[in-house]
Structures are given as structure tokens and as C-alpha cells.
């Protein structure tokens, strides 16, 4: 099983990204997939997650209207495209695979700042 996520990097507040999330190893369209972030000193905290055969999404408060979570269960893809970056999404972000398994990729940096 991998989940591998790429697509981080510096931006400056007001800048956006895309995460990607390659999936492999499981039946990725029984998943509910899910992103989660970890900024230094704080608990891991959920951002979004999109149901199996997306069509359900949900979102932390924090990223609303800012973030949109979308999959590709032919490419085995999840996506977070994260516009209107503000200092405070600067964290590790985490593609996660939950059905029956839960499994975690190995994060990847976004550092917003000017």
C-alpha cells in the first residue's frame, strides 16, 4: 500500500496550491479519502474529506470556501486545491485511505509566507 502526495511548497499568503495523492496497493474507489495537516506544536486536525465515489465532501471551518477536495478513482488520485493561502495553513499535509484499514502517505510541506 502507498500513498504518496506531492505538490507542496513555499507560496505567499494569497498564493494557492494543488496537493496530489497517488494511491496504490488497495481498491482506492472503497475508500473514503481524506487530507489532514500538522503544523509544528499542534495536533494532527482533519482539512477535507471526500466520500468513496465523491460525492460527499466535508471541510474544516478553517478552509471553507478556500479549499476544495476532488478524486480521480480511475487515476487513483486525490486532489486538494487550496486557494487565498493564509500564514496560519503553514503545516504538513497528510493524504489518508480509511475503509475497513486506515493508511497515512508521508506528508508533504506547504509553507505560506512572504
Known amino acids: 500500500v502507498q500513498l504518496v502526495e506531492s505538490g507542496g511548497g513555499l507560496v505567499q499568503p494569497g498564493g494557492s496550491l494543488r496537493l496530489s495523492c497517488a494511491a496504490s496497493g488497495f481498491t482506492f474507489s472503497a475508500y473514503v479519502m481524506s487530507w489532514h495537516r500538522q503544523a509544528p506544536g499542534k495536533e494532527r486536525e482533519l482539512v477535507a474529506a471526500?466520500?468513496?465515489?465523491?460525492?460527499?465532501?466535508n471541510y474544516a471551518d478553517s478552509v471553507k470556501g478556500r479549499f476544495t477536495i476532488s478524486r480521480n478513482n480511475v487515476r487513483n488520485m486525490v486532489y486538494l486545491e487550496m486557494n487565498s493561502l493564509k500564514p496560519e495553513d503553514t503545516a504538513v499535509y497528510y493524504c489518508n485511505a480509511q475503509n475497513r484499514y486506515k493508511y497515512w502517505g508521508q506528508g508533504t510541506q506547504v509553507t505560506v509566507s512572504s
Open positions: 471526500i466520500t468513496s465515489a465523491g460525492g460527499s465532501t
